[in-house]
């Protein structure tokens, strides 16, 4: 299993627990740091861009809102496909996300629509963390509903084959499809 966005390890650490391979991967020194600490075998410092994973796994985890790593529609499909040019036969996506648009919060609704305007997912956010002195570049979220992330799927390798949700959070599924007919 790939952790990608591992944080401090939580998830990978779970699953190392109960007997599963996971390699624990974070964009944070930081972050792969605490991973280390808290007992992940496997832990490195990089994105799906700098990581050589063509070795290929069968799961790959994007926990924790992170599907929104996805950034854009045009990032997202060359994720995915990256992904799937990796990926073991049979292998899945695991990840979580969230309906950006079930808010009543007029500071969100305004910056929804003001993305709308611009031609951006609702969603679409321009980051950074900060932490007292430190902070990260910034970098591209993407916060979308099961259906968007459908249109972000539609010329990739992967269909959503099960949604969890619970209020404005889901969890979704993806599989590999076997053969895609691309126009």
């Known amino acids: 299993m790939l952790d990608v966005g591992a944080g401090g390890g939580r998830a990978a650490l779970e699953l190392q627990q109960r007997g599963h391979e996971v390699v ?11 991973c280390r600490r808290q007992g992940v075998e496997q832990a490195i410092h990089g994105t799906l861009s700098t990581y050589d994973h063509r070795a290929g796994f069968d799961t790959y985890l994007f926990f924790g809102n992170n599907l929104g790593l996805l950034e854009s529609t045009a990032h997202g499909r060359a994720v995915l496909g990256a992904i799937a040019d990796a990926a073991r036969p049979g292998a899945v996506i ?6 950006p648009e079930l808010t009543s919060n007029p500071t969100h609704l305004h910056y929804h629509e003001r993305n709308r305007a611009r031609g951006r997912w609702p969603g679409q956010l321009r980051l950074r963390s900060r932490y007292r002195d430190q902070a990260s570049g910034w970098f591209d979220y993407l916060l979308i509903d099961p259906e968007g992330l459908d249109e972000v799927l539609v010329t990739s390798d992967w269909r959503r084959d099960a949604t969890f949700e619970e209020e404005a959070n889901y969890a979704a599924v993806l599989s590999r499809q076997q ?4 126009e």
Do not use: K, Q
């Not at 991967?25 to 605490?34: C, H, N, Q």
């Open 24 to 34: 624990a991967l974070d964009s944070s020194p930081g972050a792969v740091e605490v």
């Open 94 to 99: 695991v990840g979580t996300s969230m309906r």
């Open 179 to 182: 053969f895609v007919v691309r």
